[in-house]
Antibody, heavy 120, light 106 residues
Framework: EVQLVQSGAEVKKPGESLKISCKGS????????IGWVRQMPGKGLEWMGI????????RYSPSFQGQVTISADKSISTAYLQWSSLKASDTAMYYC?????????????WGQGTLVTVSS | DIQMTQSPSSVSASVGDRVTITCRAS??????LAWYQQKPGKAPKLLIY???SLQSGVPSRFSGSGSGTDFTLTISSLQPEDFATYYC????????FGQGTRLEIK
């Protein structure tokens, strides 16, 4: 069974750094891209970027380029999303999801989400 | 950027009804469209990909159609567990989602 299990909820202050994780199991982690999707409170879905854990090839949405860093550690089947300096506007639910093909991206399996709250 | 517009934004329906949700792309995307279902407090779930291909395990009452710029998701006979928010997503270029359609119980 394909599973993506994300790290727990975080409460941070503006300016702090954060790294959240997404651990894959039940499939070959290095053979599929992993994407990250943001959902702000009460809002819709926004694609942030994708990474291929096999070689760490990464592609970002123009809206998120430079704002976050996506990485992966294939030895432990885990992908990461990190911020160097959080803002209140980063408050959102963040989902990781498996991408079944490198082009024509859609998401077939999703993590349970990590809620990030940034507040002073 | 390709903009995706769903209609209606919300719809009320009863168990057993047939419901259709529409998604329009700002430019042609061939058949590169996916549909997701999201229930409150849960992650989205893939229903349809490539406009009309049913994801494994998804009930056959869900179907998708369309190509180019206009697409539809149809639920043939609503079940209680289908009341949720539905999103379309274009996969022709960098992914973008529609704003969502909330399906509520009448």
């Amino acid at each position: 069974e394909v599973q993506l299990v994300q790290s727990g909820a975080e409460v941070k202050k503006p300016g702090e750094s954060l790294k959240i994780s997404c651990k894959g199991s039940g499939y070959s982690f290095t053979s599929y891209w992993i994407g990250w999707v943001r959902q702000m409170p009460g809002k819709g879905l926004e694609w942030m970027g994708i990474i291929y854990p096999g070689d760490s090839d990464t592609r970002y949405s123009p809206s998120f380029q430079g704002q976050v860093t996506i990485s992966a550690d294939k030895s432990i089947s885990t992908a990461y999303l990190q911020w160097s300096s959080l803002k209140a506007s980063d408050t959102a639910m963040y989902y990781c999801a498996r991408v079944p093909r490198a082009t024509r991206i859609h998401f077939d399996y999703w993590g349970q989400g990590t809620l990030v709250t940034v507040s002073s | 950027d390709i903009q995706m517009t769903q209609s209606p934004s919300s719809v009320s329906a009863s168990v057993g009804d047939r419901v259709t949700i529409t998604c329009r792309a700002s430019q042609g995307i061939s058949s590169w469209l996916a549909w997701y279902q999201q229930k409150p407090g849960k992650a989205p779930k893939l229903l349809i990909y490539a406009a009309s291909s049913l994801q494994s395990g998804v009930p056959s009452r869900f179907s998708g159609s369309g190509s180019g710029t206009d697409f539809t998701l149809t639920i043939s006979s609503l079940q209680p567990e289908d009341f949720a928010t539905y999103y379309c997503q274009q996969a022709n270029s960098f992914p973008s989602f529609g704003q969502g359609t909330r399906l509520e119980i009448k």
